[in-house]
């Protein structure tokens, strides 16, 4: 774990989830010291927090997602993800994980798929991750594919277009 200059150790205060200009997943972390009120923070390539992270942390992004869950639905929901993340030793609850934990991590992604998938902006990515591993596993797919992907595109484009016409 982190030590401060004063002796104390740092305790991590956040986690961000951020996709470099190159493309590379990497994660901001926030540490304080908490006695003299000292901060840092950390860019490490995303899951690479050996040290770092002193406890089982949400990302920025990941507690969002959590915010946006019916109050009533909340333990419940908190309980399936940080178990999963305890189960697989992960510190770091990102919102890839929740999505992990919510299909039991049956579905796997080919790897034209998920390079096509780093394609999609950012802003949507993680919904169009959603919405195709939800479609594989409703159909007892295991896989996501790249002519899933263009179904699933094409229902979505085919919905707009409809709509325009009316």
Request: hydrophobic content about 40%; overall charge negative; proline content about 4%.
């Amino acid at each position: 774990m982190l030590v401060c200059g004063c002796g104390n150790w740092m305790h991590t205060e956040g986690v961000e989830e951020r996709i470099g200009s190159d493309g590379a997943a990497t994660w901001f972390v926030r540490s304080e010291c908490r006695p003299c009120r000292w901060w840092v923070g950390v860019d490490v390539p995303a899951g690479r927090i050996d040290g770092i992270v002193d406890r089982l942390m949400w990302s920025d992004d990941a507690r969002y997602r959590l915010d946006r869950v019916p109050p009533y639905a909340v333990p419940a929901f908190r309980e399936l993800v940080e178990g999963f993340a305890r189960t697989r030793r992960q510190r770091v609850i990102t919102y890839e994980l929740i999505e992990q934990a919510q299909t039991g991590d049956v579905v796997s992604w080919d790897p034209d798929a998920e390079q096509r998938l780093s394609n999609v902006p950012a802003a949507v990515r993680g919904m169009a991750r959603i919405e195709l591993e939800r479609t594989a596993v409703d159909r007892g797919a295991g896989r996501v594919t790249v002519a899933l992907m263009e179904e699933v595109k094409a229902r979505y484009f085919g919905m707009a277009a409809q709509r325009d016409e009316a």
